[in-house]
């Protein structure tokens, strides 16, 4: 068993599978034979982060992955603001449906209902446009 590697579609195929692949229609029409040795160090480099591109002769090669542009970093930024204040709102949902349906909350109830809704109000304001330099506020305990 061996893999090829197709730099059109930027991936490795068992070459055992070649007929599966033939009759799928997915075999690549050009392809460079990766040794084992070179396929493993590959696969160890996906794994610490790095990505494969195509080098000479199409011959599959490590490279450092891109650095994040500034878009990219501020929707991380977002994404995880969006996931920060979910996992807040999913902290308080008794307190807030026991409140919606006329039930009195307990002045610790009160009490953290107020610390949650402090930090969603905190997040909400957040610039995130200097992303990855976000001061993100402290993370209430009750969240946890």
Do not use: H
């Amino acid at each position: 068993m061996g893999f090829v590697y197709s730099s059109s579609k930027n991936a490795f195929f068992c070459d055992e599978f070649q007929a599966s692949y033939e009759t799928a229609g997915t075999w690549p029409g050009y392809f460079v034979r990766v040794s084992d040795e070179d396929y493993s160090a590959l696969m160890n480099g996906l794994s610490r982060g790095q990505i494969v591109v195509t080098g000479k002769g199409g011959y599959p090669v490590l490279a450092d992955r891109p650095a994040l542009t500034q878009a990219e970093l501020v929707s991380a930024a977002e994404t995880e603001r969006d996931r920060l204040s979910n996992q807040a709102l999913q902290s308080i949902s008794v307190i807030q449906f026991k409140q919606t349906n006329g039930r009195s909350l307990t002045p610790d109830e009160t009490a953290r209902l107020n610390r949650v809704l402090d930090y969603i109000d905190a997040l909400d304001a957040l610039d995130l446009t200097g992303a990855p330099d976000v001061s993100w506020p402290e993370v209430p305990g009750d969240v946890a």
